[in-house]
């Protein structure tokens, strides 16, 4: 199957869609007119592997992805001139993708 976790097909697809969200976040909700980075594809594979885990109840590797991704968040929060809303849509679609490819 080419969205089943691990696969090549599934990676690629939530990397990809992910970076297209983050950036759509980044522009929406941004503030400002440029951005440079990858993060919101990175995000997104968090996310996928968040809803990965829990879908395979492996509660404990979730709480410690969840911890780094929540931390993500804070410190985009905080740091001047990071896109956290980049981030932000990355990781929704990343979650989106990974509810998807779960039917």
Do not use: Q, W
């Not at 941004?30 to 968090?46: D, F, N, T, V």
């Not at 991704?69 to 985009?76: I, Q, S, T």
């Amino acid at each position: 199957a080419p969205l089943e976790v691990g696969s090549r097909g599934a990676f690629l697809l939530t990397f990809v869609l992910s970076g297209i969200a983050g950036n759509a976040a980044f522009l929406h909700f941004g503030g400002c007119r440029y951005g440079l980075g990858a993060s919101g594809g990175l995000c997104g594979l968090i996310g996928f592997e968040l809803v990965s885990l829990l879908r395979n109840r492996k509660v404990r590797e979730f709480r410690s992805v969840a911890r780094s991704a929540f931390g993500l968040l804070v410190l985009g929060a905080v740091i001047p001139g990071v896109a956290n809303s980049a981030h932000a849509g990355g990781l929704a679609a990343g979650v989106c993708v990974a509810m998807l490819a779960a039917r």
